[in-house]
């Protein structure tokens, strides 16, 4: 008897319900996972739960009055979205920022990827199983938020990018605790390494999961450092040398698939500990170039009136990759309508198709990879 | 290759009647944009990615517009060529009484999820769509929020939308407010 019923349970698929409310999820999101046994046939993502309507509050709002919102695009990356949103005006209006303010936005905007990142990577780690490197990650992560709550009063959603500008110049020897902090930052990631990125338990249990190649990235609009770990050597800050990131040096890590396969799990880890890096960089030679340009130039010149009439489509490098921001103006205060292309949209779009025959753990190792953060979805 | 090129190419290889209207005035559009006729968007993003000398590789961005006055709504593409580091934008004008289009998850998979997100917000229909579903709102949801003459309802499942303003809720005394008042009386 007890045969028959275990003859039937082994032919049955399950379903399983993960989310909304999975501490594995990064944010409010639930996936239909249909399993049999521990291997993946079908995941259906649910998202919206976080939906607030970004995009029909900015119909509502005056083109100065939406940056606040734009934090909440992306609350663990706000600089991003604010940048994305001031550049979308800038160009439709054909403003000016100056040179000064540029530096400090890609000052701000560099701290914030690597604050971000740290997020991605503690978060990662813990979600395979590795507790420790979450809380190592989120210590300099604090450092950062002290920065940036210094420069503009916020730490987490900043509203600091202005159109034309940004609302407020460095305060005085921020620049020295800066420099201190990243000299003790570039010691703490070669111990990161040792603790987790080149660990060998870590390497064996991402290496080849999940990979996903560099056709497959294309073809499912990833961008950012999941594009880049597939292979692909592309980076907006290179390709468009937006700002005043051609005056800067540094490398665009790709990933190697130095344990596995192009595009596994691990590279995606590995490129945003290198992104890291790379962007410590450039806050290094930002912070040193930045004065040979007046202080408290950091407002551009403004129309009186801001009733932009045409379209302009603006993107940024944000942490989570390729951020757009698509704006239509008609001649009135309000924007006829604004839209906003985020990374974690697209990537969360192939897992669907990545996943059937993957361990159900490994499923966490894909999500956690692609660092999908649930309100950059859902806006 | 160059927006203006890149639409006369189009139009030498699949005719007038399907790649036209080309608008390029910097005073009016940051980035220049022409028409396609939606009935061949397909074939359009297919040539996009399959010529080697406009090698379109990724799609950005797909928006819908509403126009209400005009009676349409857009469809409005951005596409991007990683290995040629150009862009092309390409809007399709629908009927706003029944807007539907055929699908292009065929040419860029990342379409799919995009053009989910503009059935659920819009009401494009995107004909020959694997699995179109409303994405970001709940399924059994009712009208298109951003179409401009949507309105809001005031509750969904007994949960009301609109919140009661916490001044006069609490009955909090607005300072400039009883200054008027006592001036008033």
Redesign the interface.
């Known amino acids: 008897m007890s045969e028959v019923i275990f003859a039937n349970e082994m032919d049955e698929e399950m379903t399983l319900n993960m989310g909304p409310h999975h501490p594995s999820t990064h944010g409010v999101l639930r996936f239909i996972v249909q399993s049999d046994g521990e291997i993946i046939r079908k995941v259906t993502p649910d998202v919206g739960y976080l939906h607030r309507s970004i995009e029909k509050i900015g119909e509502r709002n005056t083109y100065p009055g939406f940056m606040p919102y734009t934090d909440r695009v992306d609350y663990v990356a706000a600089m991003f979205a604010n940048e994305c949103w001031a550049t979308a005006c800038e160009k439709l209006m054909a403003i000016e920022v100056p040179k000064r303010a540029q530096y400090l936005r890609v000052i701000s905007c560099e701290l914030n990827r690597i604050s971000s990142h740290m997020v991605a990577l503690g978060a990662m780690a813990m979600d395979i199983g590795a507790v420790t490197p979450f809380p190592w990650a989120l210590r300099e992560r604090e450092y950062i938020n002290d920065f940036v709550e210094e420069l503009c009063g916020a730490r987490l959603t900043y509203n600091y990018h202005r159109i034309g500008g940004v609302s407020f110049d460095m305060p005085k020897g921020w620049r020295d605790k800066v420099l201190r902090w990243l000299d003790n930052f570039d010691p703490i990631m070669l111990e990161f390494d040792r603790l987790i990125t080149l660990n060998d338990i870590f390497v064996r249990r991402l290496a080849n999961v999940a990979v996903i190649t560099g056709a497959e990235a294309k073809d499912w609009g990833l961008v950012g450092p999941n594009l880049r770990a597939s292979g692909v050597e592309w980076d907006l800050r290179k390709a468009d040398g937006y700002s005043v990131y051609p005056e800067l040096e540094f490398d665009v890590p790709v990933g190697k698939g130095q344990f596995g396969a192009v595009g596994d799990s691990w590279d995606r880890f590995w490129v945003r500990v290198e992104e890291c890096r790379e962007s410590a960089k450039i806050v290094r030679q930002a912070l040193d170039k930045i004065d040979e340009h007046p202080e408290d130039d950091i407002a551009g010149k403004l129309p009186k009136k801001m009733r932009p009439d045409g379209e302009a489509y603006a993107r940024v490098e944000s942490a989570r990759g390729d951020m757009g921001c698509y704006v239509i103006g008609k001649g009135a205060e309000e924007p006829y309508r604004v839209r906003f292309r985020t990374g974690s949209f697209t990537a969360m779009g192939i897992v669907g198709a990545k996943s059937p025959g993957l361990f159900l753990a490994d499923l966490v190792a894909l999500i956690a990879s692609l660092d999908v953060v649930a309100p950059e979805i859902d806006r | 290759m160059t927006p203006e090129a890149i639409f006369k190419r189009l139009q030498d290889e699949l005719g007038a009647e399907t790649v036209f209207d080309l608008q390029a005035d910097p ?5 220049p944009w022409f028409k396609v006729a939606p009935a061949q968007i397909e074939k359009v993003c297919e040539r996009l990615k399959d010529d080697p000398e406009l090698a379109c ?5 797909i ?1 819908g ?2 126009y209400p006055t005009d009676k349409k709504i857009v469809v ?1 593409y ?1 596409v991007y060529s ?1 290995t040629l ?1 150009h862009r092309v ?1 390409l809007k399709c004008f629908l009927d706003r009484a029944a807007p539907s289009l055929p699908t292009i998850v065929n040419v ?3 379409a ?3 053009e989910r ?1 503009c059935f659920d ?1 819009l009401g494009v229909i995107f004909e020959g769509h694997p699995d179109l579903r ?5 399924d059994d949801w009712e009208g298109h ?2 179409r401009k003459d949507y309105k809001e309802k005031d509750d969904y499942h007994g949960i009301p939308t609109v919140r009661p303003n916490p001044v006069e809720l609490f009955q909090i005394k607005v300072p400039g407010k009883d200054k008027e008042g006592a001036k008033a009386s």
């Open positions: 005073a009016k559009t940051k980035d590789d990724y799609l950005e961005c928006t517009v509403d409005v951005h990683y580091k934008v860029w998979s990342t799919n999820w995009q997100e917000l409303r994405l970001l709102l709940p929020p951003l």
